[in-house]
T-cell receptor, first 115, second 109 residues
């Protein structure tokens, strides 16, 4: 299996620009998670989907952030407009419902720098 | 109080020693517990999971869980320089996995 695939690996943009991060989960996984990691705050859950439906977006920092999952094999996280404080590594992860002991598999992450 | 607490470290141990990493959590309904290893610049990878009180061994790794004390630990025997990484404790009370801040482990040759 190819694992969770994220793109781009690195993104450098200027404040005010729109940023779109992409994720392809592992085939057959029905949960998809977006996390953000910074030195100060560690790994934070932003939003997660179950069967393409957003379940909990309480971790989304503000309205500038939005996430979609149009089908089982693709999700996007969009920041518009971007700000320097959004600079972080953004991870996508997926898991499969089974015995209730689901394990999370992470993508390689997107390093976002907002100048 | 954070939901999952870990000492940020760094924890420095000599090669061949036992490294002991600790984690406490606040939500008593948590049923699933995980340890992830994250090398610098890489993504977290699952190394251990534990669901019942007691010890679970996998090679050089042993996870220990005490639900009454809300405490999870990870022991790494015969530590190697390649074990140097940040170890993240994760707890799952419902559908959301909550991570601790991680403990940085340094194994010195």
């Amino acid at each position: 299996d190819a694992g969770v695939i994220q793109s781009p690996r690195h993104e450098v943009t200027e404040m005010g620009q729109e940023v779109t991060l992409r994720c392809k989960p592992i085939s057959g996984h029905d949960y998809l998670f977006w996390y953000r990691q910074t030195m100060m705050r560690g790994l934070e859950l932003l939003i997660y989907f179950n069967n393409n439906v957003p379940i909990d977006d309480s971790g989304m920092p503000e309205d500038r952030f939005s996430a979609k999952m149009p089908n089982a094999s693709f999700s996007t996280l969009k920041i518009q407009p971007s700000e320097p404080r959004d600079s972080a590594v953004y991870f996508c992860a997926s898991s499969k419902t089974g015995t209730g002991k689901e394990k999370l598999f992470f993508g390689s992450g997107t390093q976002l720098s907002v100048l | 109080q954070k939901e999952v607490e870990q000492n940020s470290g760094p924890l420095s141990v000599p090669e061949g020693a036992i490294a002991s990493l600790n984690c406490t959590y606040s939500d008593r309904v948590s049923q699933s517990f995980f340890w992830y290893r994250q090398y610098s610049g890489k993504s977290p990878e699952l190394i251990m999971s534990i669901y019942s009180n007691g010890d679970k061994e996998d090679g050089r790794f042993t996870a220990q869980l005490n639900k009454a004390s809300q405490y999870v630990s990870l022991l790494i025997r015969d530590s190697q320089p390649s074990d140097s990484a940040t170890y993240l404790c994760a707890v799952k009370p419902a559908n959301m996995l909550t991570f601790g801040g991680g403990t940085r482990l340094m194994v010195k040759p």
